[in-house]
C-alpha cells in the first residue's frame, strides 16, 4: 500500500477547514503537536466526499480551555474538534513515519496514514468503519492481506482480553475475522497469522529464543574429544 501518493493534504474539506480554523486560533508561544486520526485523514488525504461529523485528536498539552473558548468543541460546532487520550488511538508504534506533517509556526501537525488509521478502527468496527476500509482499497488498492496482517502483528496487544473495569469496545478478534471474508473473501486464523507470529518476533527480541549457547559449547566440546584434540 503506497503511502507516498496520498501525503499531499486537502485542507478545504470540512474537517481540513475546521482543523486550520483551530490552528490558526492556538497560541504560538510554545511548542504545541496535533495528533489527527480517525477519519479526518482519509478525507484530507484520499477522499473529500468521505465525511466525518469530528476531527479526532490528541496534542502535546491540554488544550481543552482553548479549545472551549473557540466554540469548536461539539456543543458549539458541526463538525466538531474531539481531544481525547493519546491511548484511543490503538495502532502501529510507527504511525508517525507514515503521517503527513506540515508545520504552522509553532504548531506541528500530524495527519495519520490510511493503513494507521485502519488499523484504529478495526477493534471497534462499525458499519462506518467497513466502509472506511472499502473507500481506502478502492482509491490506493489497499491494504494487501500481508500489509494488514502486518501492520496488526505490530498492536498485537489489542488482541488480549480487557480489563474487568475496561469497556472492551468490541471483539478484536471476530471483527478481523469478519473483515477479511468482507475484504478479501475468506476466513482468517488471527491466532495462527497474526497473534503467533508477532509473539515468535517479540520473544526473538527478548532473547527467549536465542540459541542455547551452553547447549551449543558442550556439543562442541564432546565432538573435539571424540577426535582426541583439546578445546581452546
Request: hydrophobic residues 35%; without cysteine.
Given at each position: 500500500?503506497?503511502q507516498?501518493?496520498?501525503?499531499?493534504l486537502n485542507w478545504?474539506?470540512?474537517?481540513g477547514?475546521?482543523?486550520?480554523?483551530?490552528?490558526?486560533?492556538?497560541?504560538?508561544?510554545r511548542?504545541i503537536?496535533?495528533?489527527?486520526?480517525?477519519s479526518?485523514?482519509?478525507?484530507?488525504?484520499l477522499?473529500?466526499?468521505?465525511?466525518?461529523?469530528?476531527?479526532d485528536?490528541?496534542t502535546?498539552?491540554?488544550l481543552s480551555?482553548?479549545?472551549?473558548?473557540?466554540?469548536l468543541g461539539?456543543?458549539?460546532?458541526?463538525?466538531?474538534?474531539?481531544?481525547?487520550?493519546?491511548?484511543?488511538?490503538i495502532?502501529?508504534?510507527?504511525?508517525r513515519d507514515?503521517?503527513a506533517?506540515?508545520v504552522?509556526g509553532?504548531?506541528?501537525?500530524?495527519?495519520a496514514?490510511?493503513?494507521?488509521v485502519?488499523?484504529?478502527?478495526l477493534?471497534r468496527?462499525?458499519?462506518?468503519?467497513?466502509?472506511?476500509f472499502d473507500?481506502?482499497?478502492?482509491?490506493t488498492g489497499?491494504p494487501t492481506e500481508e500489509?494488514?496482517?502486518?501492520a496488526?502483528?505490530?498492536?498485537?496487544?489489542m488482541y488480549?482480553?480487557?480489563?474487568?473495569?475496561e469497556?472492551?469496545?468490541g471483539?478484536?478478534?471476530a471483527n478481523?475475522?469478519r473483515?477479511?471474508k468482507?475484504?478479501y473473501?475468506?476466513d482468517i486464523?488471527v491466532?495462527?497469522?497474526i497473534?503467533r507470529p508477532?509473539?515468535?518476533?517479540r520473544?526473538?527480541?527478548y532473547g527467549q529464543n536465542?540459541?542455547d549457547r551452553?547447549?551449543?559449547?558442550?556439543?562442541i566440546?564432546e565432538?573435539?574429544?571424540?577426535?582426541?584434540?583439546?578445546?581452546?
Amino acid at each position: 500500500m503506497s503511502q507516498s501518493h496520498d501525503k499531499i493534504l486537502n485542507w478545504d474539506t470540512p474537517n481540513g477547514q475546521l482543523l486550520k480554523t483551530f490552528i490558526e486560533k492556538l497560541p504560538q508561544d510554545r511548542p504545541i503537536v496535533l495528533n489527527v486520526f480517525g477519519s479526518t485523514p482519509l478525507q484530507m488525504r484520499l477522499d473529500p466526499s468521505f465525511l466525518s461529523g469530528d476531527v479526532d485528536m490528541f496534542t502535546s498539552e491540554d488544550l481543552s480551555s482553548h479549545l472551549e473558548k473557540m466554540k469548536l468543541g461539539k456543543a458549539h460546532s458541526k463538525p466538531y474538534i474531539e481531544l481525547v487520550p493519546s491511548t484511543i488511538f490503538i495502532t502501529t508504534p510507527a504511525w508517525r513515519d507514515r503521517a503527513a506533517k506540515e508545520v504552522f509556526g509553532s504548531i506541528t501537525v500530524y495527519i495519520a496514514s490510511p493503513l494507521d488509521v485502519l488499523v484504529g478502527k478495526l477493534k471497534r468496527l462499525e458499519q462506518k468503519d467497513i466502509e472506511a476500509f472499502d473507500m481506502v482499497k478502492a482509491k490506493t488498492g489497499g491494504p494487501t492481506e500481508e500489509e494488514l496482517k502486518e501492520a496488526l502483528r505490530l498492536v498485537v496487544d489489542m488482541y488480549r482480553p480487557a480489563f474487568d473495569e475496561e469497556n472492551p469496545g468490541g471483539d478484536p478478534i471476530a471483527n478481523t475475522r469478519r473483515l477479511w471474508k468482507h475484504l478479501y473473501g475468506h476466513d482468517i486464523d488471527v491466532r495462527a497469522e497474526i497473534i503467533r507470529p508477532a509473539i515468535e518476533v517479540r520473544k526473538e527480541a527478548y532473547g527467549q529464543n536465542a540459541p542455547d549457547r551452553r547447549k551449543i559449547l558442550g556439543e562442541i566440546a564432546e565432538e573435539a574429544a571424540s577426535y582426541g584434540s583439546p578445546v581452546r
